[in-house]
């Protein structure tokens, strides 16, 4: 009983927390009914109740219908947990995968202990006499700067369009990046996030690949630049070595390329272009396209006023001062001389330039002006009416040294040295040199020679008016370039006498041993023919031409330095006194009288070749030695132009301005004859006009006179001439005329030589030579 008594008080075991209700259906109990043992429960158990069944059913939705608003809102906040969750864990994945990318593409790289900055290519800075810039040559095609060398302008200019934030970034802008990912995004024009010094990385060290490994390496080099560098050092050296277009590399290449001036001189407006150029060199250039790079040269002029580098009216005057359309490539004469030394550079210091270096020049920058000027004055004026399309000028001083130089009309359109490089036949103005050779056998200025008709082979030479002057002395011959005396002294001299004088006063090119030389048939380059009259003008002196004074490196040190001082004598003062009284002649009275140049002395000789394709003159006063070349570069014959016309005209008008302001001196002989060779020794200098020999022709009197040792024939012997038969090819045509060469067949080599009845002084004339008429 008492064991019925407490089963009946016991207390049932409840799984709730909380107070149990009678009404609450939903607290989860144990009854009598789902007790497992006693008979009771037994019983139930085998009758079972369908009630309970009843009662879990509706339990079961109330409970279904209660959980979807508690899954709403507990599913958006764990959206947002997940999503930030896993926000998180890519992140953290991305860092350990950029870190893996930039470990791997830095392991790629050497060690940065042995990073170094690459040398900049060498430069060659060519000056002129006063140590102004002429030209620079190299791969940059321009000397680096120092930032404060610079105007001030252009780093200004630089950095407002380029970076703006250089001076605060630490080599990688983030906000850079950022501005330039929205703006992509967005639409707007395309913009880069590289800073100057990622550009200056990639401009050292890397390819221009866009890939992300030099992407990765441009960083990692950016951080070793700011670290190891100031600003202002890294902002130089981007300046120095940046594309500017028009293969300029640094800002002193493109300033003198697009401006003829250097990077220290330019103003604002032409900073603002350069710095505009960066973007798209070539696209911006203003060589290409000038209406662009001004258009970009004003955002930059905007850029720098947002940042407070100018002021509004500092930007309209800028925009006044932007340059007009640069020329396609590099310009001006001085440009010739350039490559004349960079073609002559390695052989005088022993190989290629490894180092920037100085070479100094002989060129007078004032000159070459001049020259440039008067051979586009003449061409400018005369050339298309006349078909002659080019020009060339060389002017040597008396030691060879080249003060001036010329080597076509336009450098920016023909890059070809006709002064230097092109042979062309001289015609008539390589008389002097037979003339020369004549006096060395004995004839002098007043020596009588016969023109008339002559023959040589089946070779008639004519005179270019074809007519005849009867007998003349050797200084009018020469004064009028009579073919058929110079003809004639060819066969007296013997051709090769002629070459090796030729040679000897600077002429280097091979001549070919013929009649014809007389009359100038090989082809010399004007450089040489020029530099060969300078033996006149000296006194008789070899002039060797040359235009590289010194060559140092940028340190001082003397790489190459001329040893011109001391040249060997070439021809005696007698013939040198002589054959200046007889070329003074020429622009006396001759054939160069459109070279004549108001109060000073001057001498020199004309020269036109076939058909008038070469028109020369070559000339010189006290100070300077000057040949002048017209023709057209394939040859084409011009209108009638001749030697004393385009030719001394230039030569006139660049020799006026060469000496303006210079005192008046006279040529090396004055102007006289000398028949002693020992009278010209310390003979002073006279003032006067030069006083050409008179004709002196033979008379039956001094004939006479001369036999019976009365006369003074002796004082001016003349020269007979033998009619010459030999054998050979075609032979020139009887029309080449005075200063005409001739470009066809030539006379054989042994016509003139051996000639007997030449040796020691000449005969005397008899009166069977008269009565002969020879």
Not at 149 to 161: E, G, K, L, N
Not at 708 to 717: D, H, M, V
Not at 765 to 771: C, F, M, N, P, V
Request: aromatic share 8%.
């Amino acid at each position: 009983m008492a064991g019925k008594s407490r089963s009946r008080d016991r207390i049932e075991p409840s799984f709730s927390g909380r107070d149990r209700r009678e009404d609450d259906e939903d607290d989860f109990a144990l009854d009598d009914e789902d007790r497992i043992d006693g008979r009771r429960g037994a019983k139930r158990s085998s009758a079972p109740s369908p009630k309970p069944s009843r009662s879990r059913t509706p339990e079961r939705k109330r409970r279904e219908r209660r959980e979807p608003p508690e899954r709403d809102g507990g599913g958006l906040f764990a959206l947002l947990r997940r999503l930030i969750y896993w926000c998180i864990v890519l992140g953290i994945w991305a860092s350990i995968g950029v870190a893996g990318l930039v470990f791997y593409y830095g392991s790629r790289m050497p060690s940065a202990s042995t990073w170094s900055i690459p040398d900049r290519p060498p430069n060659v800075k060519i000056t002129s006499v006063d140590g102004s810039v002429i030209a620079n040559r190299g791969a940059t095609g321009g000397e680096a700067l120092p930032l404060e060398q610079m105007s001030p302008y252009v780093p200004q200019a630089i950095v407002a369009i380029e970076d703006r934030r250089f001076y605060s970034h630490f080599g990688v802008d983030p906000m850079g990046l950022a501005r330039a990912f929205v703006n992509n995004l967005t639409g707007q024009p395309i913009q880069g996030g590289s800073t100057l010094t990622q550009q200056l990385a990639k401009n050292l060290f890397l390819s221009p690949d866009r890939t992300l490994e030099r992407k990765v390496q441009e960083v990692l080099l950016s951080f070793w630049l700011e670290q190891k560098y100031t600003k202002d050092q890294i902002l130089a050296m981007y300046l120095n070595r940046v594309y500017f277009g028009s293969n300029a590399y640094g800002v002193e290449a493109a300033a003198r390329r697009y401006f003829n001036k250097s990077a220290r001189d330019v103003n604002l407006g032409e900073a603002a272009l350069l710095a505009g150029l960066v973007k798209a060199p070539t696209r911006l250039s203003p060589a290409r396209d000038p209406e662009a790079a001004n258009a970009r040269a004003q955002i930059v002029l905007q850029a720098m006023r947002d940042q407070g580098y100018i002021t509004d009216d500092e930007v309209k005057t800028a925009m006044s001062q932007t340059p007009a359309k640069a020329k396609s490539y590099w310009s001006g004469a001085g440009q010739y001389v350039a490559d004349m030394v960079m073609d002559e550079l390695p052989g005088l210091i022993g190989g290629a330039v490894k180092e920037d270096v100085i070479v100094d020049t002989t060129i007078d920058k004032g000159l070459e002006k001049k020259a440039d000027e008067a051979l586009n004055d003449i061409l400018s004026k005369q050339g298309v009416k006349l078909d002659a399309s080019q020009a060339a000028l060389v002017s040597i001083d008396g030691t060879g040294a080249i003060r001036a130089l010329v080597g076509g009309k336009d450098y920016a359109e023909s890059q070809f040295n006709r002064a230097v490089k092109a042979k062309r036949q001289p015609g008539s103005s390589f008389k002097p040199f037979v003339y020369a050779a004549a006096l060395e056998k004995g004839l002098t200025p007043a020596s009588v020679f016969n023109d008339a008709p002559i023959r040589i082979g089946n070779w008639t030479p004519e005179n270019y008016e074809k007519k005849y002057n009867g007998e003349v002395t050797l200084a009018t011959a020469l004064a009028k370039s009579l073919n058929t005396v110079a003809a004639q002294l060819v066969m007296y001299d013997g051709p090769d006498q002629v070459i090796k004088l030729a040679h000897r006063l600077g002429v280097e090119t091979e001549l070919q041993s013929n009649a014809s030389i007389a009359l100038g048939t090989s082809e010399v380059t004007l450089e040489e023919l020029t530099a060969s009259y300078a033996a006149f003008m000296n006194g008789g002196y070899k002039a060797t031409p040359h235009v590289i004074r010194r060559v140092t490196t940028a340190e001082g040190k003397v790489l190459y330095e001329n040893t011109y001082d001391n040249p060997p004598r070439v021809l005696s003062e007698a013939i040198a006194a002589n054959m200046n009284a007889m070329m003074m002649g020429t622009i006396e009275f001759g054939t160069g009288r459109s070279a004549k140049i108001p109060g000073w002395q001057a001498a020199g000789k004309t020269g036109t070749t076939q058909n008038s394709r070469d028109a020369l003159f070559v000339g010189f006063t006290s100070n300077l030695t000057t040949g002048v070349w017209f023709g057209n570069d394939d040859g084409t014959p011009m209108k009638k132009v001749t030697g004393g016309g385009l030719p001394a005209k230039a030569w006139q008008e660049f020799m006026i301005a060469a000496h303006k302001g210079l005192s008046p001196a006279p040529l090396f002989g004055s102007g006289q004859f000398v028949a002693d060779p020992n009278a010209i020794a310390n003979q002073p200098v006279a003032q006067g006009e030069p006083q050409p020999m008179q004709e002196q022709p033979s008379t039956i009197g001094g004939i006479i006179s001369g036999v019976f040792g009365g006369g003074s024939s002796e004082q001016y012997p003349p020269a007979p001439v033998q009619q010459q038969q030999a054998s050979g090819g075609p032979l020139p045509p009887g029309d080449v005329g005075p200063d005409e060469g001739y470009d066809g067949a030539v006379p054989p080599g042994d016509i003139g030589q051996g000639q007997p009845v030449h040796q020691g002084q000449p005969r005397r004339t008899t009166l069977l030579d008269l009565i002969m008429g020879q």
